[in-house]
């Protein structure tokens, strides 16, 4: 028994020794239960203690949905469905002058016919489907993955596009506002779920049809079908349907009349909804195939227009369009005030001059020459790129596009001063190039190449024989006579022997878009076989006025909405031409108008001005088009005069215009160019061109290369060596009098000479500028070029 119990006493004392000293399991309680969020983690060992389990991550995200779900559940609950009325009221955009209180014309009433669905053929519905939102009839009104892309979008600064279906886009046009914010999209979101269940789809899609924007002023498929078709939309096709269908994609750029460039992504679109519509089993395939492009009928100028306020209104719509400052459907629905640069004695002057010095000398009713004039006027303020005034035509509502910002009229010899810029900047083959560096002047001489082979036109293989004005020879001759008297041989010299990417360079430097018809950089370059457009040239010849500061031009000085005020894009002038360069332009460009004791510089007439003046005129091939672009220090003006034949657009001659021979550049543009400087300037200081060197801070230019100073003495009377060939030297496609290629047919007061007839045969694109096939050059916000005529 004691044995018994001794054995048990040690086994007790064993099992608590087993401790250490420690308590025993009684004495330490029960096992410690886990919590769900314990860190570091219960029994884990390591990183893992310190990381959740599955388990508390799944948790988590299950909460986090919750969460998102519940605030769904109330934003739906909380989100009214507004008054349809409520922002469906259009006003009218007021457009002023410079002042800011004289007004130059304002949008009149929103062209609207709502329609029901039985007066729109299923195939025009169809179509809308199929090229916005096919998945439209089985949605529930909104797109996740179009969501998930519009906030992409968002989150990167664009626009708020691209994720709405054709519900929600019948929500924002008639229940919300065009803002692009994250709230806008919010509400749109909630709405239209809300939507979805209380109407049938038919009745949105209806809604959508008559509150979308088609462009030209057209709210809804009923007025769209007649502006674009003049018709009902009960008469449309299935090819005119899926137009404007695709219009609703980009209203402001698809009229494929007024933005011809944009054809090919247009019609891209166009078979896009087809093919849908093919996909669909809503249009037979044999029938589709079959289909051909149906183009619009022209725009109708609304007669609140008149006169120049349509050209003055429309450019500086685009304005707003190209830059970004205001999308188009929200400009169009109105209520902004817009205070243009134009400035109203200005802009009545341009008219004047115009009238005066042009209009009533013609007797188009006599004489067949008199018919079909155009003009385009452009005046910039250099240094800051202000357009100041701006002559489009007659009448916008007997003729809607704009002569002065289209780009199919050669420049002529107005071209030769980027041809000078260039060789003062950059030198020849063998050094610096002067005012005072002499050329052969004779006619006809062949132009020599780098490689010592002559310039060939390409077309006969044979020498490029260029003829001076009226086939003169002038021998060796200075730059500064040779621009007095715009010897076409001197300055094709010129440009081989600087080379003339380095011309192109300059030219697109000083304020040419790069994209320009004709701009290779060969030396035929010189004689102004490109067509820029007359406001190009303006805002060209106003970098040299502001000694050699470049500023794109601009329409507007203020937006407000509301009384709230719209951000417009930034003017930053760059100094793209060191001083010295500009002022020894500006020294020879002034002879042009004034050279004692000659007094036969071909803008001679420009003297009348009575003050400094520089430019240059300019005359093309065939009389098809005559110039003058010239300058004070403070204002730069562009004249382009022209005839086109209203049907087929091709350029007509000039000669025989007011009863006379050849029409040059010396005379009525100069004329007109004088009459308007007369006004324009009137109350402005006499203001002398400095010199080179003088006023001049180094400082100013120390990023600059170094300029090409002119040299102090004379060059030797032989023509110097020519520079680098052009890689493909391509001559124009005709042969002007005088030898193959041509060189002009005469411009005693005014040469330049082009040598291919612009292509009149396609319209000029009014494309603009940022905006698709690149209207914009070198990233600035610019203005919108072209119209056909």
Do not use: C
Request: net charge positive; hydrophobic share 35%.
């Amino acid at each position: 028994m004691e044995a018994r119990q001794a054995a048990r006493s040690g086994g007790r004392r064993a099992a608590n020794g087993s401790a250490s000293g420690g308590r025993s399991r009684a004495e330490a309680g029960p096992p410690r239960k886990k919590r769900f969020i314990d860190y570091p983690r219960y029994g884990k060992t390591g990183v893992r203690r310190w990381l959740p389990s599955f388990k508390q991550i799944l948790a988590m995200i299950l909460f986090f949905l919750a969460s998102i779900m519940g605030l769904a559940a109330l934003a739906y609950a909380m989100v009214k469905v507004p008054d349809p009325n409520a922002n469906t009221t259009y006003q009218s955009n007021i457009y002023y002058y410079a002042d800011g209180k004289t007004e130059i014309g304002r949008t009149g009433q929103v062209n609207r016919q709502n329609v029901t669905v039985d007066q729109i053929p299923k195939h025009v519905q169809r179509a809308v489907i199929a090229a916005e939102n096919r998945s439209f009839y089985s949605d529930s009104g909104v797109s996740p993955k179009g969501l998930l892309r519009a906030g992409v979008t968002m989150v990167k600064g664009g626009d708020t596009q691209g994720g709405s279906t054709i519900t929600q886009q019948y929500v924002k046009n008639t229940y919300l506002t065009q803002e692009r914010t994250f709230k806008r999209k919010f509400s749109e979101i909630f709405i239209a779920l809300k939507v979805d269940r209380q109407m049938r789809k038919d009745d949105i899609l209806v809604g959508y049809l008559n509150t979308a924007f088609y462009g030209r002023n057209a709210y809804g498929i009923q007025a769209a079908a007649q502006a674009y078709y003049g018709k009902n939309v009960g008469e449309l096709n299935v090819a005119e349907g899926a137009y404007l269908a695709t219009l609703l994609n980009a209203p402001g750029i698809y009229d494929v009349i007024e933005f011809p460039r944009q054809l090919e992504n247009v019609k891209g679109r166009w078979n896009y909804a087809l093919d849908g519509m093919v996909k669909e089993g809503w249009l037979p395939k044999s029938e589709r195939e079959a289909l051909q492009f149906p183009m619009p009928i022209k725009p109708k100028p609304a007669a609140n227009k008149a006169g120049q306020a349509g050209y003055l209104m429309k450019v500086t719509d685009q304005y707003l369009k190209a830059n970004k400052v205001i999308p188009e459907a929200e400009l169009a629905r109105g209520g902004f005030k817009i205070v243009t640069t134009f400035d109203k004695a200005k802009q009545d002057a341009a008219v004047a001059a115009v009238q005066t010095q042009l209009t009533d000398t013609l007797k188009p009713e006599k004489n067949s020459a008199d018919k079909y004039v155009r003009t385009g006027l452009a005046s910039v303020v250099p240094g800051d790129g202000a357009v100041v005034a701006l002559y489009g035509g007659k009448d916008f509502v007997q003729q809607e596009f704009n002569d002065a910002i289209r780009q199919d009229i050669q420049a002529g010899s107005t071209f030769k001063l980027f041809v000078l810029a260039a060789a003062l900047r950059e030198g020849g083959k063998d050094g610096p190039i002067g005012p005072e560096s002499i050329y052969n002047g004779d006619s006809k001489i062949p132009i020599k190449l780098p490689n010592g082979s002559n310039y060939k036109n390409s077309k006969t293989n044979s020498d490029y024989l260029a003829p001076n004005e009226g086939d003169q020879d002038y021998g060796p001759v200075t730059i500064t006579r040779a621009m007095e008297k715009s010897v076409n041989t001197v300055f094709l010299q010129l440009a081989a022997n600087v080379g003339a990417d380095k011309v192109k360079k300059a030219a697109i430097d000083a304020g040419l878009p790069e994209n320009l018809d004709d701009f290779a950089p060969e030396p035929v370059i010189a004689l102004g076989v490109t067509p820029p457009s007359a406001l190009d040239m303006a805002e060209a010849y106003a970098t040299f006025a502001a000694r050699g500061l470049h500023a794109d031009p601009y329409y507007i000085k203020e937006v407000t909405y509301n009384g709230s005020k719209r951000d417009l894009p930034k003017h930053e002038p760059k100094q793209l031409f060191d001083k010295n360069v500009a002022d020894t332009v500006n020294q020879v460009m002034m002879r042009v108008v004034d050279n004692p004791p000659n007094n036969d510089g071909t803008g001679r007439e420009a003297k009348k001005l009575n003050r400094p003046v520089a430019g240059k005129t300019g005359t093309t091939d065939e009389n098809k088009s005559a110039w003058f672009v010239g300058y004070t220090p403070q204002l730069a003006t562009s004249v382009a005069l022209f005839r086109e034949d209203p049907n087929t657009h091709d350029r007509l001659s000039l000669e025989g215009l007011g009863g006379g021979g050849s029409v040059h550049g010396g005379a009525m543009p100069t004329l007109v160019w004088t009459e308007y400087m007369k006004k324009a300037m009137d109350g402005m200081p006499s203001t002398d061109f400095a010199k080179p060197g003088e006023k001049y801070d180094k400082k100013d230019n120390a990023t600059l290369p170094p300029t090409t100073a002119p040299p102090t003495t004379r060059a030797p009377s032989s023509p110097p060596p020519t520079s680098a060939p052009p890689t493909s030297p391509a001559a124009p496609t005709t042969s002007a009098p005088g030898g193959p290629q041509g060189g002009g047919t005469g411009d005693p007061g005014g040469g330049g000479h082009t040598t291919k007839p612009p292509n009149t045969t396609k319209p000029p694109s009014t494309d603009p500028p940022g905006g698709p096939q690149g209207t914009t050059r070198g990233g600035s916000s610019g203005f919108i070029i072209g119209g056909r005529g």
